[in-house]
């Protein structure tokens, strides 16, 4: 229901503000003036009733011709009724019928000054009465009453002039706001419009910046959302991809392998065992692949061991057996300088994978009669594990894909080797996990270089 939209609420927020500035603008003003039409009329009766009351104080008593011939003298043309009564109350002159209210000429003759005005019937209604007093003795009081038209008038006409201007403002503020709300909704319901297509999957889709406000700066946060989006769900898709493809190869060589024993009748042990033997090469690199898939996940999934104290030497002198084992197939040399007291705050499983992973790649992608050198250093804040070798290196152009995914920079060679292309976006997770950086670089004159650093944590972390 359009009662429930958000340009119905806005104009209506609108319109409220607005009525209660334009209630202000036609009360303010109008009782500002009235109130100060009031103060001038008190202070100038006040002023005059002085003088007639002064001049009445002569008399020893009030009497009509005494009061009469004091009045005469005195220039009070501009009210419209003048009474004045004697210590009894009775009145000795009076020259209206214009209503008055006697209760204050009665308050008055006991010694108080009374002012009344009221601005009603288009006029201003003022009175006065003040008492006479004659040596020490209120011999009697006067009360003065006018009408005032003019003034009433002038505000009058301010106050329709106000309110034919609040009307002209309130039509204007209305169009405004409609127009206006219409013009951000509409930005916003484009906006909502580019969610919607991106929701529906298309992630290559932009959002068109208009403006520079900040509509414009919601719009520049959902097209990068949107850009992170997209770069996700390819990655997502070679992911799946790659790995589906990394899966499929070990397991087509078994089934192939497979059907060929069960096919070949007679087949001789030789070849039994070649092909039994091939089998095993293949389950080994799904096994090892599918290891790396679950490692990754786990890193994926925010799942971390609780640090704790590894001694990186040590983790080092267990892996070594195992890279030695390959190293002498491939005919490398392996070569290590090890300091001691190179402890780090992390998990030593995944230590011992950062280890074996970089040692292994640098043993792998080596050439026959090269060598591997593995170092552990320290100063006062770092920890260094330097992996250098005298293979085939790395490419300047492709040192930054290398933790990718399934990012190989030898791709024959890789498979060759039962390369997954996953080991070092591990290490990289790894590293980076437990407040470590990875940098790789070139081994002169051949080679690749790998140095991992990790800060050093101090003695109450690692309580050695």
């Not at 890193?299 to 057996?321: F, H, S």
Request: hydrophobic fraction near 40%; proline fraction near 3%.
């Amino acid at each position: 229901m359009f009662t429930h939209t958000i340009r119905f609420k806005f104009i209506v927020f609108i319109l409220a503000i607005l009525l209660v500035l334009l209630v202000l603008l036609n009360t303010y003003p109008i009782v500002s003036s009235r109130d100060t039409v009031f103060q001038e009329k008190q202070s100038s009766m006040a002023s005059q009733v002085t003088v007639v009351s002064s001049a009445l104080a002569s008399l020893d008593r009030l009497s009509e011709e005494g009061v009469s011939d004091v009045l005469r003298f005195l220039d009070l043309s501009g009210f419209d009724r003048i009474i004045v009564v004697n210590s009894a109350g009775t009145p000795v002159f009076d020259d209206g019928q214009t209503p008055i209210n006697l209760e204050d000429v009665r308050t008055a003759l006991e010694g108080k000054s009374v002012f009344r005005s009221v601005f009603a019937g288009g006029a201003f209604e003022s009175s006065i009465a003040v008492p006479v007093g004659s040596r020490n003795a209120v011999i009697g009081a006067v009360s003065l009453y006018e009408t005032d038209t003019e003034r009433a008038d002038i505000i009058l006409s301010i106050q329709h002039r106000f309110a034919i201007l609040s009307m002209l403002i309130g039509a204007a503020a209305l169009i405004l706001a409609v127009l206006f709300s219409w013009i951000v909704l509409r930005r916003l319901t484009r906006l909502a419009g580019s969610m919607h297509t991106v929701a529906g999957g298309d992630y290559t889709h932009r959002h068109e910046i208009t403006g520079n406000d900040e509509i414009s700066e919601l719009g520049e946060e959902f097209n990068a959302l949107t850009a992170r989006l997209e770069t996700n769900e390819d990655q997502r898709r070679r992911f799946v991809s790659d790995a589906s493809h990394e899966l499929k190869t070990p397991l087509a060589s078994i089934r192939l392998l497979s059907d060929s024993i069960l096919t070949t009748e007679q087949m001789d042990e030789g070849t039994m065992r070649e092909f039994v033997s091939d089998i095993r090469t293949a389950a080994d690199r799904l096994q090892r692949t599918t290891e790396k898939l679950l490692d990754l996940s786990r890193l994926d999934d925010g799942v971390r061991l609780i640090p704790e104290p590894v001694d990186l030497k040590q983790i080092t002198l267990d892996a070594l057996p195992g890279i030695c084992v390959l190293a002498r197939e491939s005919k490398v040399t392996v070569n290590t300088q090890l300091d001691d007291g190179c402890v780090i705050m992390a998990s030593a499983d995944e230590m011992s994978r950062v280890v074996f992973n970089l040692a292994e790649n640098a043993v792998k992608y080596n050439v026959p009669g090269g060598s591997v050198s593995i170092t552990l250093s320290k100063d006062d804040e770092n920890v260094r594990l330097t992996v250098a070798d005298t293979g085939i290196g790395i490419p300047e152009e492709d040192r930054l894909n290398i933790f990718t995914r399934f990012y190989r920079v030898d791709k024959a060679r890789s498979r060759a080797s039962g390369g997954s292309g996953l080991g070092l976006s591990i290490v990289h997770d790894a590293v980076l996990a437990y407040g470590g950086s990875i940098d790789v670089g070139s081994n002169r004159p051949q080679g690749s270089v790998f140095v991992v650093s990790f800060p050093r944590p101090s003695s109450e972390d690692t309580g050695i």
